[in-house]
């Protein structure tokens, strides 16, 4: 019998026979590529069989293979929603069919949460809040300019990131966000907006920080930064959120000053959370929460980059 950790034998024999539909929204960043590679291993180490559908971040592409894993009969469906709305057409007819759908790592707006067995995300909305509050701590009373590369426009976590770190910034009459537009979290497009930030606020110097939703994005914006003769982590300090080693090494340079980690692994406890229902009709919570924790670099960013490597970003 499988020797599948965690799992009683029935339950590993059980794992051997599922079959997982996961519509992933594509490669947009290092850490969208790392989940991909933790949720294919962690599906191997539970014997399940995994189909994954790249849909080039298209919530169209998602909608069809949502549909195709419906209709190929597989016994459970995960998505990683790339927009809040729109889901719940496809949703009731994989609940028609009584194949339970697991959302990994963004949510949905829905007026009927049924349409799905539970959601694996981190809390997007206090992620914002640790970003704002670090750059709150780090500037003091100094009057701070700020510029907020934004995540896909109607995702669920560029509005809740945007919400939190709105929320502290309201709090803080020095902080001032003056400009804010999507990057669509990659690094190309948070390069190019930065551009147009540092040519919009005469070549930046009174730009005090970025703001990015991700750490691709803050990544491109750094080179941006650079190419503009200023110094990224210094005359304009970087926070961003996943935690991709990029962001260490560029710690490690001192061009980057913070970021709060998303782990990539949703679908480990979102398999556990599947065998579960189908072996003993274990109903798990709405939402399972994975942890948000800062690191700056005071971390021992070299430390850190190291322990990422393998993972797939
Ligand atoms: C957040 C996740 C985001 C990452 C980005 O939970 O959906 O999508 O922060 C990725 O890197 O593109």
Redesign the pocket.
Known sequence: VLAVAGLSAISAAQAADLTVGFSQIGS??G??AAETTVTKSEAEARGITLKIADAQQKQENQIKAIRSFVAQGVDAIFV?PVVATGWDTVLSEAKDAEIPVVLL??SIETTNPDLYLTAV??D?VHEGRVAGEWLAKTVGDRDCPIVELQ?TVG?S?AINRKKGFDEVVAAHDNLKLIRSQTGD?TRAKGKEVMESFLKAEGGGKSICALYA??D?MAVGAIQAIKEAGLKPGQDILVVS??AVPDIFKAMMDGEANATVE?TPNMAGPAFDAILAFKDKGTVPPKWIQTESKLYTQADDPAAVYKSKQGLGY
Do not use: Q, Y
Request: a negative charge; charged letters at 30%.
């Open positions: 947009e960043s850490w969208r990683a790592d963004r995300t981190s997007t995540g995702s976590p979290f939703h991700n691709d959120i996943d998303l």
